[in-house]
């Protein structure tokens, strides 16, 4: 099977490019050889890798940025994942891509179906939807898996600045009434591998999916057990207090969901998956990070 990657060197693509290995022959591209942004670069790239799979982990994914730079994301987020279905609808390649949570408002009391209606308040979450929708609205054999609160060690997510801040401060002030689950790009990485191995067995079962970690958490009782889990592991912090918020008092440029929760039943029965507790995959990054900070002179 061959298989093109798309956005390489990203949290989830980085992932990627270890775990596909085992699936096919993979080609990974990073922005310097297939940006996004140039119609004619990708189409050329799609058209030489004669791919049976096209693997997409690349986007605009500066959430705030976005709100002040709407044409970038969108033509990223939403034209060229157009281009890509188109692609894959005319050569009959699996197309594999990512949303998020952010494609709802986050209103619901209960974890968000794939049958449940979207309602994004930003502009990167509109734009993730509308290459959702242009993929479905294509006809291609696709996968989108819709995931949430994305951590690796590599790349900068919201695990590595807490940890840096709890390095330096005394006390920390994190947003409490907002809820999800952390999902590692390893975990990321292995579903879609294993997904993509099965589907190519048989031609059905595509379509839309929730992906994420199990259980759930909000980001000040998520700060707080990577803190502790540092420190048990030996990382010297200076941070006291760790005061949980409303959001309401840590505004952004781009309005954040406040049930961020994605139901992944339908992806744990179709294909047999049982979705490790987010706690997991949290203790082994943090252990990596401490590692890496220990080794550091
Ligand atoms: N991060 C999250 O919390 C989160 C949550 C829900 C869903 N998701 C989705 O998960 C997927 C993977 O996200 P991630 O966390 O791995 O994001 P990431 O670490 O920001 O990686 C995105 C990658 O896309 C690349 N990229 C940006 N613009 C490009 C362009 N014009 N052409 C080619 N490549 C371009 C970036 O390259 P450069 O490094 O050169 O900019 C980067 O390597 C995305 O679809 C995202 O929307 C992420």
């Not at 798309?6 to 990627?16: D, I, N, R």
């Not at 839309?208 to 889990?229: F, K, M, P, V």
Request: charged share 20%; glycine share 6%; with cysteine.
């Amino acid at each position: 099977m061959k298989i093109l990657l798309l956005g390489a060197g990203g949290q989830v693509g980085t992932e990627l490019r270890r775990s596909l290995a085992v699936a096919g022959v993979v080609t990974a591209c990073g922005r310097g050889e297939a940006d996004l942004q140039d119609a004619r670069q990708l189409a050329q790239v799609l058209a030489t890798s004669q791919a049976d799979v096209v693997v997409n982990a690349a986007a605009y994914t500066a959430v705030d940025k976005a709100q002040t730079e709407p044409d970038a994301a969108r033509r990223i987020n939403a034209e060229a994942v157009a281009e890509l279905a188109a692609h894959c609808h005319k050569t009959g390649s699996l197309l594999v891509h990512y949303s998020t949570d952010y494609v709802f408002d986050g209103m619901l009391s209960r974890p968000y179906t794939e049958a449940d209606a979207t309602h994004p308040l930003s502009i990167y979450g509109q734009t993730k939807l509308q290459g959702e929708e242009a993929i479905r609205a294509s006809g291609c054999r696709h996968l989108v898996f819709r995931t949430s609160w994305v951590y690796s060690a590599t790349g900068g997510n919201f695990l590595k600045t807490i940890l840096k801040l709890a390095a330096d401060r005394d006390e920390l002030r994190v947003v409490a009434d907002q809820w999800g689950a952390p999902t590692s790009a390893r975990l990321l990485a292995e579903v879609t591998t294993r997904v993509i191995s099965e589907l190519a067995e048989m031609d059905e079962h595509w379509g839309t999916y929730h992906l994420t970690a199990g259980g759930e958490t909000n980001w000040h009782a998520y700060a707080s057990y990577a803190i502790a889990r540092a420190r048990s592991q030996g990382l010297p912090l200076q941070v006291k207090n760790i005061v949980p918020i409303p959001a309401a008092d840590y505004p952004t440029p781009a309005a954040r969901p406040a049930n961020s929760r994605l139901d992944c039943g339908k992806l744990s029965s179709t294909f047999s998956l049982q979705l490790p507790d987010w706690r997991r995959d949290v203790d082994s990054v943090v252990d990596t990070l401490v590692a890496a900070a220990s080794s550091t002179p």
